[in-house]
């Protein structure tokens, strides 16, 4: 059973703005987004102030989106402090195929699964 599919690998990269850097971030730096993996190829530091800002963003942007989600367009994230002119550009750099049985023990979902569940929920007359 083919159980590919496909997610996007990214490049995260400071940019400046017209505010100056307070924090140790170096215009050009960048990680990339391999699948799973952080790859810092050129870098051997990155603050972890703004990895913890970036990190929920970069699962979304590893998948398609909706061309009305906003998460689609904006691509630029601001460092978390407040006096630190860095900005970080999130781009998709190419995309990948994956396996599902090599990244999870779990079967396959199948949307038809929660459309069942909800159904007999709703006959069960069971409400959160
Ligand atoms: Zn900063």
Known sequence: MNDEFTLYDLKVEVISSDKPMVCRH??????????????????TSFSMYSLAAL???????????HENDWMLSDSIIACPDPNCGARFKITRTRPRTLRHSECTVEKIHSTKDDITMNMEEIKNGSED
């Open 26 to 43: 170096r215009e050009g730096d960048y990680f990339l987004v391999e699948g799973e993996n952080l790859v810092f190829p050129q870098t």
């Open 55 to 65: 990190l929920p963003l970069l699962p979304a942007k590893q998948r398609e989106l």
